[in-house]
């Protein structure tokens, strides 16, 4: 089972900031089966970043992902006051989903 | 638009079972497939599972077999999942995910609670 390891696990940067988070597979993963989630308190996860690099239908560009092979990275390129929540990384082989444990972006 | 209706919190005692309903509308429902993720009360996100409704095909998580069973009823455009033998540590929200790869969309989450 491919294991999924972000970080950091909290990143506390000011409104306007560049955010980067990082996530890192045990083994290689397809680009294509790479996706990326924020998940807000009390609400459903909602997909950012699918295929390591597509923005999902609605998404802002300032939301960017990139990666391959074992190292994946989603970029905020200017943290807007929405943009504080949790990020997951998450990870489609063998008709399963593995998940990242997840970075949480505070507001400095 | 797509939409994806889970069914309502539930309380169990340990050692039953709980069956939750996601039900989709606005796409054609056996083609996409559907996960099932819980999350813990402060944890992360965990895979159970996943249901090909067409055809009923599905597969589970290590952790969890034996113990769930996901059905869909294309009658009604319905997935369900159904925990067993429940212990304290499957108090967690529950949700339904459509698609294969990535989840574009969720459901609104079940809350299950189980509690002597």
């Known amino acids: 089972e491919i294991v999924l390891t972000q970080s950091p696990g909290t990143l506390s940067l000011s409104p306007g900031e560049r955010a980067t988070l990082s996530c890192r597979a045990s083994q290689s993963v397809s680009s294509t089966y790479l996706a990326w989630y924020q998940q807000k308190p009390g609400q459903a996860p909602r997909l950012l970043i699918y295929g390591a690099s597509s923005r999902a239908t609605g998404i802002p560009d300032r939301f960017s992902g990139s990666g391959s092979g074992t190292d994946f990275t989603l970029t905020i390129s200017r943290l807007e006051p929405e943009d504080f929540a949790v990020y997951y990384c998450?990870?489609?082989?063998?008709?399963?989903?593995?998940f990242g444990q997840g970075t949480k972006v505070e507001i400095k | 638009q797509v939409q994806l209706v889970q069914s309502g919190a539930e309380v169990r005692k340990p050692g039953a079972s709980v069956k939750v309903s996601c039900k989709a509308s606005g796409y054609t429902f056996t083609s996409y497939y559907v996960h099932w993720v819980r999350q813990a009360p402060g944890q992360g996100l965990e895979w159970m599972a996943i249901?090909?409704?067409?055809?009923?095909?599905?597969n589970y998580a290590q952790k969890f077999q034996g113990r769930v069973t996901m059905t869909s009823d294309t009658s009604t455009s319905t997935v369900y999942m159904e925990l067993s033998s429940l212990r304290s540590e499957d108090t967690a929200v529950y949700y339904c995910?459509?698609?294969?790869?990535?989840?574009?969309?969720w459901g609104q989450g079940t809350l299950v609670t189980v509690s002597s």
């Open positions: 998450q990870q489609y082989g063998s008709t399963q989903w593995t």
């Open positions: 995910a459509r698609g294969l790869a990535a989840g574009d969309y």
């Open positions: 249901i090909n409704p067409s055809g009923g095909s599905t």
